[in-house]
């Protein structure tokens, strides 16, 4: 199978709530590494007290401001890289957390990088199970902040090789918050063992088998 063509920016210029579903099973790529993502959450900036935007631009979050189609990279709990996809218009800002992953591509790097970690990944379906571990395991770090996911030679890009998103999506409240728990903003491709939280009100959604391609 060919490489599929880059997002581009118009997909990513719409509210995180209606990006969010359409961005499951697209393929993150960076560099020769690939994970077909299978799970996601919503933050909406000024409206969500959850998110790092909700208390207004700093240096930290600047890149939620910014253009929609960019990485925003943030480290958390003095260990580890999260990465999000910026939602929205210019200035308006919301982005996708993005929570997990299946590994499509480079996994022996994606072992390897993972085996530097705290969390040694047993299986490889843990490599990316997770918003850090997924960071790791595709060599993003705070550099990546800002990058362009739009780029069709950009180093980290969002593909899409013709898998559609699951029909109906799995839905539930977000994971790992203290603010606004109950809205129901994280969505997830049900039965996909690759997704890191609960799978909760699935909706029968189905699981995906992902084709092989050449990044």
Known sequence: MQRGPTLDRSFFDRPALVVAPELLNKVLVSGDRAAR?????????????????????????????????????YFTHGLHWCANAVCGPDATPSALLLRAGAPVAGVDQMRVARQQGRSVARHDRDLCRGPARLAQALGIDGQADGADLTQGRGIIRFA??????????????????????ERPWRWYVP?????????????????????????
């Open 37 to 73: 993502i299978v799970e996601v959450e919503a933050y909406e900036g000024a409206d969500d007290p959850a998110s790092h935007a909700f208390r207004g631009p700093t240096a930290r979050n600047a890149t939620m401001f910014g253009r929609p189609g960019h990485l925003y990279v």
């Open 160 to 181: 899409d090789d013709g898998v559609d998103p699951p029909d109906p999506p799995g839905l539930s409240p977000r994971v790992g918050i203290r603010l606004a728990v």
């Open 191 to 215: 039965g996909d063992p690759n997704v890191s939280g609960p799978s909760m009100n699935s909706a029968g959604g189905r699981s995906m088998k992902s084709p092989k391609a050449d990044w």
